[in-house]
């Protein structure tokens, strides 16, 4: 997974991760040419007892541009979602546990 997502010039524009490596602060590590989308409320209530640990993450590579997607706000820690627009059309995208 490792050599498939270093390579700035990799296919895969957008990654869903399920069970992702997450450290003591609540994050996770990503190369810098991908930007990291949580569930919603992930690091507001990381190390809260009563959520549930998050399970799901998308990687978005910076060649898209922020301005093209949002977050689709999912009260769920096994949930992570985005709205992508392009000139084509509008795309949800969803990561699921």
Do not use: N
Not at 49 to 59: A, E, G, K, N
Request: proline share 5%.
């Amino acid at each position: 997974m490792h050599d498939f997502l270093k390579s700035d010039h990799g296919r895969a524009d957008i990654v869903a991760i399920q069970e992702p490596y997450i450290d003591s602060k609540g994050r996770t590590r990503a190369l810098p040419h991908l930007r990291v989308v949580y569930p919603t409320g992930h690091i507001e209530h990381f190390g809260d007892p009563v959520r549930p640990r998050s399970r799901s993450l998308m990687m978005i590579h910076t060649r898209i541009s922020t301005g093209s997607w949002t977050q689709i706000e999912i009260q769920c820690a096994d949930i992570t979602a985005i709205q992508l627009t392009t000139a084509e059309g509008t795309y949800r995208i969803f990561s699921i546990y």
